[in-house]
């Protein structure tokens, strides 16, 4: 198990009793791996629109730390 | 993941140039670029970086001052493109290469991935993806990197702490809790608690409630009254039904009373004028027969012109005293005025006497004039008393009947029960009065009621939307917790895991053994290597042992990234004393069996030892060559033929 798959089984983990919904999950997920591209950006906006997610949150999560990443 | 080609074109030294990685050879992956200062190769390294990430952050200051297009190349004229590509080897047997150019103002990237039905050409974003999944740009120099970087590796504690949350991913947890945070922090202001508005609405509302019943209660108390009043003023009315109004007739009997009343007011008043007419006249009467003569005689003088004639003595006095006669307008006379003179004198005398008959004959005529409008006004008088008369006798017939009427009956009873149904009508009146109010109020209430049943509902509809809003506030808090302890608890993890990984290795690759006891890595990331006395002696490694150290724990933290980059080192013996050029190179050797590596060498570093040792083993070896003229570098391919 590497390290990012540790983040995320932990993560996981202590989330069971509340914290991190799957969603938020996926995205911590996608962010550690990369994976977060212009692609994906276009799925998460439906996927966000019911999620109750609000608007803040993807500019935030985001278009942020997107931007950090690259940076 | 491991180098199978480096192609150059027209970057920097290199006009058309390319490295091959062969297979691994007898199990090591050991790569040798040998060259001499200036010959480019640090350049190798930056060609690697500017392909991946595009910079060069090896460029000495003279590179960095010279373009990155080929000097030979731009001699002959030609304005072509510098390119780099990278094709690479992945684990799982897949092939990928990275290629950049640039022609001018953009690079332009693109990636090739080879397939069973060829090779699939991506762009930038692809590339970008791959390359971070290989070796991102925050971590690439624990894997293409100077040789002292080694060297210094362990003066940078702060710096290694920061890069090794990079190269683990930790440092995205941060950016997460950092954007959590701030999450946090909005959500939190931005929710109202308003709990309190909507309790103060639901009592204001209750209060109303509670009202409109208070009213409703009175409100039906009063509508009782009303029905029990109603229900008595019904039996009244049929106790009256079929009995004289006795109050309506007492009240007509008193109108008729006032009413005769002033009829016999009137009547006494007007008896006595026409008594005091009836004497004014009879006084005339008595000199009627006077009266009668003077008129005779008045008659007779005025047939017999015993009267003068009625000529105005101030107009002859006027004719006189102007001397002109006002009817013709001629001038008089001597004659004429002494006759108007005379004629002035016989009128004055004449006059007195005739005047004074005259005024005797106006009396007369006006006193008979009097008689007869006294005679009328009598006479209208008693027309009115016979009208008075008339009326009194009507009333009294009225009066009569209603005494008859009421003679027959219960009056009092009667007149007691109207009276009391008078005050029954005007107490159901009040009654009536008094529930409009109510209803009026009630109506007032209940629309306040619904003003605050719709300030509610907003309310709840808002509560509603905060409540959303405080559930992710609770999840974000949870999950920032949660992320806080995971990084703290993942960042024990990685540096044990590190330790662990760095004793096993340096232990593995150092040569003196039984030198050594353990090394020990603190929480901030300090290291200190303990000999078998149990002293810290990180302080008198010799180079050898302290890049050696360092590479451990580099190769440490690859096992903990996850990520599979080759490893790239240029100079990596330049610090080492010869005495330990020989062990680090073995050390290099055994590094090489799990990992492909690729050393750029001076011949000064790969000296007759240090060759003896790899040369076994090494699965490719290169010389860098630059022409005369110092604007070309060749690279040639010599054969790895097993040292004899």
Redo the contacts between chains.
């Keep these: 198990m590497?390290?990012?798959e540790?983040?995320i089984w932990?993560?996981r983990e202590?989330?069971e009793g509340?914290?991190?919904?799957d969603f938020?999950i996926e995205v911590?997920q996608r962010?550690?791996?990369?994976?977060i591209?212009?692609?994906w950006k276009k799925e998460y906006k439906s996927i966000l629109s019911n999620s109750?997610?609000?608007k803040?949150?993807m500019e935030?999560?985001f278009d942020?730390?997107n931007k950090?990443?690259k940076d | 993941m491991r180098f199978q080609r480096i192609a150059l074109k027209n970057y920097r030294q290199f006009r058309d140039a390319g490295l091959c990685f062969n297979e691994p050879y007898k199990g090591y992956d050991i790569h040798i670029i040998v060259g001499r200062n200036g010959t480019g190769k640090t350049n190798l390294l930056n060609a690697i970086n500017w392909c991946f990430y595009g910079d060069e952050p090896h460029l000495s200051s003279k590179s960095g001052q010279l373009p990155r297009f080929n000097l030979a190349e731009e001699s002959t004229g030609n304005k072509g493109e510098v390119c780099v590509k990278v094709e690479m080897l992945e684990n799982s047997g897949r092939e990928i290469a990275f290629s950049r150019r640039n022609h001018g103002a953009l690079d332009e990237l693109e990636v090739f991935i080879k397939t069973i039905a060829g090779y699939e050409h991506y762009g930038e974003?692809v590339f970008e993806?791959n390359v971070?999944?290989i070796a991102?740009k925050t971590v690439r120099s624990f894997f293409f990197f100077d040789g002292e970087h080694l060297d210094t590796y362990f003066k940078r504690f702060q710096s290694i702490k920061d890069q090794i949350e990079s190269l683990?991913?930790?440092n995205?947890?941060d950016?997460?809790e950092e954007?959590l945070s701030?999450?946090i922090k909005?959500l939190g202001s931005s929710a109202k608690n308003l709990d309190p508005e909507i309790k103060d609405v639901i009592n204001r509302k209750q209060t109303l409630e509670e009202k409109v019943k208070e009213i409703e209660e009175r409100s039906g108390e009063k509508q009782k009254g009303k029905e029990d009043i109603e229900e008595e003023i019904e039996k009244i009315e049929d106790y009256l039904r079929d009995l004289p109004d006795a109050e309506k007739y007492q009240k007509r009997m008193d109108q008729l009373k006032v009413k005769e009343q002033k009829l016999l007011e009137r009547r006494n008043e007007i008896l006595q004028q026409k008594r005091q007419k009836l004497i004014q006249l009879a006084k005339i009467t008595y000199l009627w027969e006077a009266l009668d003569k003077l008129m005779e005689i008045m008659k007779e003088k005025r047939e017999q012109k015993e009267l003068p004639p009625q000529i105005s003595d101030s107009l002859l006095e006027e004719i006189l005293e102007s001397g002109v006669c006002s009817i013709c307008g001629q001038e008089l006379s001597f004659e004429s005025k002494n006759s108007v003179k005379e004629l002035l004198q016989k009128i004055e005398l004449s006059s007195r006497q005739g005047n004074k008959l005259l005024v005797l004959e106006m009396n007369a005529l006006n006193i008979k004039k009097n008689a007869k409008d006294l005679y009328n006004r009598i006479k209208e008088i008693t027309n009115e008393l016979t009208k008075i008369e008339e009326e009194l006798r009507e009333i009294s017939k009225e009066e009569r009947e209603i005494d008859d009427v009421l003679r027959q009956h219960n009056s009092e009873e009667i007149r007691l029960n109207q009276k009391r149904l008078n005050e029954m009508k005007n107490k159901r009146d009040d009654f009536i009065r008094e529930i409009e109010h109510y209803e009026m109020s009630k109506k007032a209430i209940l629309k306040n009621i619904d003003n605050l049943k719709r300030e509610y509902d907003e309310l709840k509809k808002l509560q509603d939307k905060n409540d959303?809003?405080f559930q992710?506030y609770?999840?974000f808090s949870?999950?920032k917790?949660?992320?806080s302890?995971?990084k703290k608890?993942?960042m024990a993890?990685?540096r044990e895991h590190i330790e662990r990984a760095t004793n096993e290795i340096f232990f593995k690759l150092i040569w003196k053994k039984e030198s050594f006891e353990k090394v020990i890595i603190r929480d901030n990331y300090t290291v200190e290597v303990f000999n078998v006395f149990g002293k810290n002696c990180i302080g008198s490694l010799s180079a050898a042992e302290r890049e050696l150290l360092a590479l451990s724990f580099t190769l440490a933290l690859h096992q903990?990234?996850?990520f599979d980059a080759p490893l790239v080192i240029d100079t990596p013996l330049a610090r080492v004393s010869d005495e330990h050029r020989r062990n680090f190179a073995k050390s290099l050797l055994e590094v090489s069996k799990n990992k492909q590596i690729a050393l750029l060498l001076t011949p000064a570093e790969f000296s007759e030892e240090v060759e003896q040792e790899l040369h076994p083993h090494i699965a490719s070896l290169h010389k860098l060559e630059m022409l005369p003229d110092e604007t070309e570098t060749i690279i040639k391919e010599e054969s790895p033929i097993p040292y004899v």
């Design positions: 590497n390290t990012v540790k983040i932990k993560l202590k989330s509340g914290g991190l919904d938020l911590f962010e550690l791996n990369g994976e591209g212009p692609q109750g997610y609000s803040r949150f935030m999560f942020e730390i950090d990443s | 974003e993806r971070h999944r991102p683990s991913r930790v995205i947890l950016i997460m954007r701030q999450l909005e959303r809003g992710m609770e999840m949870q999950s917790e949660i992320v302890i995971v608890e993942i993890e990685i903990i990234s996850g």
